[in-house]
């Protein structure tokens, strides 16, 4: 049985995120869906836009981190303000020449959102943002001790401070720039020991959000940012002289 919505068509299958993002903004303009009301189904939105079930889920994640939509447990998915493609704001990316070049710009972001985050974090954590906290900082050192570094459970470890700081845009942000932040946590160089001199400061950002204490946090953050640059500028030379040596 077909499940097409009148407004909405197969896409290309280049860029689908990106496509069903600015498609479905544009459905919700044009079909006046208003904020309460319910949206196709996942099935509907993937048939309608020849898509797989991994995109239409990825793009509704973004719409919720956006604050656009929100699911509701065996109801659906529903709007929670209008918008269209002219308004919705698409990914951020950084047009740089190099990696190296890349996360540092990123990094400048980074530290202005993450200090802050942190620090928020430290102030107005609840009990149950901590043992979450906790829990991801577990996983990340449990896997860090087992493999020398961390990548996803890191990232995740830091996604838990944003929502501890109660602040949905810092969310908001982080999902407009999340291709360039993951290329942290995605061993850059190909070095797995990336940044792994800052494990350390995990835990001890972790006890000053536990211990309220937002100066603490905000210095703990630098410290885990600050080596995370060190090591871009020494291992991108590292890189460039290794490529250097064999191109003779």
């Known amino acids: 049985m077909t499940l097409s919505v009148p407004g909405l068509s197969p896409l290309p299958a280049s860029d689908r995120?990106?496509?069903?993002?600015?498609?479905?903004?544009?459905?919700?303009?044009?079909?006046?869906?208003?904020?309460g009301e319910r949206l196709p189904t996942?099935?509907?939105l993937m048939q309608?836009?020849?898509?797989?079930?991994?995109?239409?889920?990825?793009?509704?994640?973004?719409?919720?981190a956006l604050g656009v939509v929100e699911s509701r447990k065996g109801s659906g998915t529903y709007l929670l303000r209008g918008i269209s493609s002219d308004t919705i704001h698409m990914p951020l990316s950084i047009d740089a020449g190099t990696l190296r070049e890349g996360l540092l710009a990123t990094l400048d972001i980074r530290r202005g959102l993450e200090a802050e985050a942190g620090a928020l974090a430290a102030?107005?954590?609840?009990q149950a943002d901590l043992d979450i906290i906790e829990e991801k900082l577990e996983a990340m050192e449990k896997v860090h001790l087992a493999e020398g570094t961390s990548g996803k459970y890191d990232l995740a470890f830091h996604l838990s401070v944003y929502d501890a700081s109660h602040n949905p845009m810092f969310g908001q942000l982080l999902e407009q720039m999340r291709e360039a932040f993951?290329?942290?946590?995605?061993?850059?160089?190909?070095?797995?020991?990336?940044?792994?001199?800052?494990f350390p400061f995990h835990r001890t950002l972790f006890e000053a959000i536990a211990a309220q204490d937002a100066d603490r946090a905000r210095r703990e953050t630098l410290t885990i940012l600050e080596i995370v640059e060190e090591d871009i500028r020494e291992m991108s030379q590292d890189t460039a002289q290794t490529m250097h040596k064999v191109s003779k």
Do not use: C, H
Not at 48 to 64: D, N, W
């Open 48 to 64: 309608s836009l020849a898509v797989g079930r991994s995109t239409v889920r990825e793009v509704i994640r973004q719409f919720q």
């Open 123 to 126: 102030l107005r954590r609840t």
């Open 17 to 35: 995120a990106g496509t069903v993002m600015k498609a479905l903004a544009d459905y919700i303009a044009q079909s006046n869906l208003k904020p």
């Open 42 to 44: 996942e099935r509907e």
């Open 182 to 198: 993951e290329r942290f946590w995605t061993k850059p160089f190909d070095r797995p020991d990336f940044a792994g001199r800052s």
